[in-house]
């Protein structure tokens, strides 16, 4: 299957990645054989190397990849922290920052890591028929 | 001058009274209304959101139905994930033969960076659009799980109650990336909504008053 890598170096260059990932471009690109989701590669994985974006950590823990998290310091504030930092305090992945990742790398011991166990929305589901009044 | 002043300012007091009143009366607790199905309007916002929103949706009934899913204009990507989502829920029910869900389409509230205040004006704009929409489907229950999107159409849901149109029940389950803080969407749909399900203890501490069931996605 061929690959697309789109890349913005260190820099931000936001209108390319709005461009390749609007609708029509899309189209095209699969059409001509590309693949549209990195989940193959993240089957294959025997470790990532992640930002702290909450989708990519929890597709990558529910696959029980071992998962590292690089924070990227230039984006303060960025509310994504809150959960990285949470499921590296309840042992589910690593987290560093650039400069530390060499140091993490030589040091972690991913046997240390916990299971993530999965979410459960049949609790939300018995809840709402519960609370909306819903009889079986 | 002064007299018709005064009058202006006593009616725009009472309205507002009235308005207060109202709002308290539609978001008293009161005691579920049995019924074997419901509609419900769920508001699917960009990306992470439409994701965890269609997660929670997996394990509901066919008794949530028919489901009015509401997308902002750019989201095309929402459009896709919701249109799989039911197309393996029909898979699995084959005997509906109805069409169960529809996908509606508002303007954006809030571009991501957007300022503040041409956040309120475009918030306004899409009350402007949410209200006809929302009074058009009147659900059930309105399911939301953070995306800016969300206020105005459960702002709407909340006027259906205070008009005396409909009680609709809302629900918002703040997202799985909150652990230590509100959204800005939670924050104003705490005190808003009937039931605000929180995903993390802390969350569940700071406000007492949030349902926490665990981690549900």
């Known amino acids: ?136 | 001058m002064g007299g018709a002043l005064i009058l202006a300012a006593a009616a725009g007091a009472l309205a507002l009274l009235l308005l207060a009143v109202r709002l308290w009366v539609v978001l008293s607790p009161r005691a579920p209304v049995p019924r074997r199905s419901l509609s419900l309007l769920v508001v699917a916002g960009s990306g992470g959101h439409t994701t965890e929103m269609l997660r929670l949706l997996e394990n509901l009934s066919n008794a949530y139905s028919p489901r009015h899913y509401i997308v902002a204009d750019t989201d095309e990507m929402s459009t896709h994930k919701i249109n799989s989502f039911e197309q393996i829920r029909a898979d699995r029910n084959p005997s509906a033969t109805f069409p169960e869900y529809y996908v509606h389409r508002i303007p954006r509230s809030r571009e991501v960076q957007q300022s503040w205040l041409s956040s309120v004006l475009t918030t306004l704009y899409s009350m402007w659009l949410s209200f006809p929409l929302t009074y058009r489907v009147k659900p059930d229950l309105v399911l939301c799980n953070g995306p800016g999107t969300c206020v105005p159409i459960c702002i709407s849901a909340l006027l259906l109650g205070i008009l005396g149109i409909k009680k609709v029940i809302i629900v918002y389950v703040e997202s799985i990336c909150r652990v230590e803080h509100l959204s800005l969407s939670g924050k104003i749909l705490f005190h808003l909504s009937d039931y605000f399900i929180v995903q993390w203890p802390t969350l569940k501490e700071k406000y007492p008053k949030s349902v926490y069931l665990g981690r549900i996605v």
């Not at chain 1, 061929?2 to 931000?12: A, D, H, R, Y």
């Not at chain 1, 823990?61 to 959960?83: A, D, F, G, S, Y």
């Open chain 1, 1 to 136: 299957m061929k690959c697309v890598f789109v890349t913005v170096g260190t820099t931000s260059f936001d209108d390319l990645i709005a461009c390749v990932s609007a609708h029509d471009s899309l189209q095209i690109i699969q059409s001509l054989g590309y693949k549209d989701s990195l989940k193959e590669d993240l089957q294959k994985a025997d470790l990532v190397i992640s930002h702290a974006g909450a989708g990519s950590c929890l597709e990558t823990l529910e696959k029980r990849k071992p998962l590292i998290v690089v924070i990227n310091e230039r984006l303060m504030n960025n509310h994504q922290l809150e959960l990285a930092k949470q499921l590296h305090k309840d042992g589910h992945l690593f987290y560093c920052t650039c400069s530390m990742l060499p140091g993490l790398l030589q040091s972690m011991d991913l046997s240390t890591l916990n299971c993530f166990p999965p979410g459960q929305p049949e609790k939300f589901s018995a809840f709402l028929d519960k609370v909306v009044g819903l009889q079986k």
